[in-house]
């Protein structure tokens, strides 16, 4: 399948008070599988709302969203096993569980899913992000690239075949943000992973290979 994620009719409507107010319109959208597709728009332009539809983390007032196959919002169970084998997150505020160690935070999702540690696996992926030297520290030890790429770690720790990040550089200094996005890079380059990417810098958008623009909620 060329598309790993697709969306057909795809409308999210809040209402505030007697207001209703459209975040997201698309009539049709497709995202290819083991690319970088960044999404970008002013603040306001509905594109985090998006991106948490297309995970799962929020229901959309109508249409449908495939991915990786799997109608998502068909039946409630499939979007937790999605949540937990197919995609991972990450967020700009990191969320890192300060009383656990930087090893502890990434291994977190493979301790909840009761899964064994891949050893092998988490080695290249610790030396990829350059955290060996960091495991047995808090998130308060840590600068923000290093909470960051911690938290890429633990997105990248369960093998998703994607990866959503909103806003991945937003709360990190530039030098950071542009290594950080060298990570990401050679993690679609190296393990195949699709990335799907919301941000409002042109510069981190340079780096995907499509880039879709929104606004006020629709794909331009």
Same mark, same amino acid.
């Given at each position: 399948?060329?598309?790993?994620? *697709?969306?057909?009719?795809?409308?999210?409507?809040?209402?505030?008070?007697?207001?209703?107010?459209?975040?997201?319109?698309?009539?049709?959208?497709?995202?290819?599988?083991?690319?970088?597709? @960044?999404?970008?728009?002013? @603040? /306001?332009?509905?594109? @985090?709302?998006?991106?948490?539809?297309?995970? /799962?983390?929020?229901?959309?007032?109508?249409? !449908?969203?495939?991915?990786? /196959?799997?109608?998502?919002?068909?039946?409630? @169970?499939?979007?937790? #096993?999605?949540?937990?084998?197919?995609?991972?997150?990450?967020?700009? !505020?990191?969320?890192?569980?300060? !009383?656990?160690?930087?090893?502890?935070?990434?291994?977190?999702?493979?301790?909840?899913?009761?899964?064994?540690?891949?050893?092998?696996?988490?080695?290249?992926?610790?030396?990829?992000?350059?955290?060996?030297?960091?495991? #047995?520290?808090?998130?308060? *030890?840590?600068?923000? /690239? *290093?909470?960051?790429?911690?938290?890429?770690?633990?997105?990248?720790?369960?093998?998703?075949?994607?990866?959503?990040?909103?806003?991945?550089?937003?709360?990190?200094?530039?030098?950071?943000?542009?290594?950080?996005?060298?990570?990401?890079?050679?993690?679609?380059?190296?393990?195949?992973?699709?990335?799907?990417?919301?941000?409002?810098?042109?510069?981190?958008?340079?780096?995907?290979?499509?880039?879709?623009?929104?606004?006020?909620?629709?794909?331009?």
């Amino acid at each position: 399948m060329e598309y790993i994620i *697709q969306a057909r009719n795809l409308k999210k409507i809040y209402k505030q008070g007697e207001i209703q107010v459209t975040a997201v319109d698309i009539d049709e959208l497709n995202m290819k599988r083991g690319k970088i597709t @960044s999404i970008l728009g002013k @603040s /306001g332009s509905g594109k @985090s709302t998006l991106l948490h539809l297309l995970g /799962g983390m929020d229901t959309p007032t109508q249409g !449908e969203i495939l991915v990786d /196959g799997i109608n998502l919002y068909e039946k409630r @169970s499939k979007i937790s #096993h999605l949540r937990w084998k197919t995609v991972g997150f990450v967020f700009q !505020e990191f969320h890192l569980i300060p !009383e656990l160690t930087v090893i502890e935070n990434i291994r977190l999702p493979l301790d909840i899913m009761n899964h064994p540690y891949d050893k092998e696996f988490e080695t290249v992926l610790l030396d990829m992000l350059e955290l060996k030297d960091r495991l #047995h520290f808090y998130p308060r *030890q840590l600068s923000g /690239g *290093q909470k960051q790429r911690t938290a890429i770690a633990r997105a990248l720790i369960t093998r998703p075949s994607i990866v959503l990040a909103d806003e991945p550089t937003g709360s990190i200094d530039q030098p950071s943000g542009h290594k950080l996005i060298q990570f990401i890079e050679k993690a679609n380059r190296d393990l195949g992973q699709t990335f799907v990417i919301v941000t409002h810098d042109h510069e981190v958008a340079a780096y995907s290979h499509d880039q879709i623009y929104i606004e006020d909620g629709r794909i331009r």
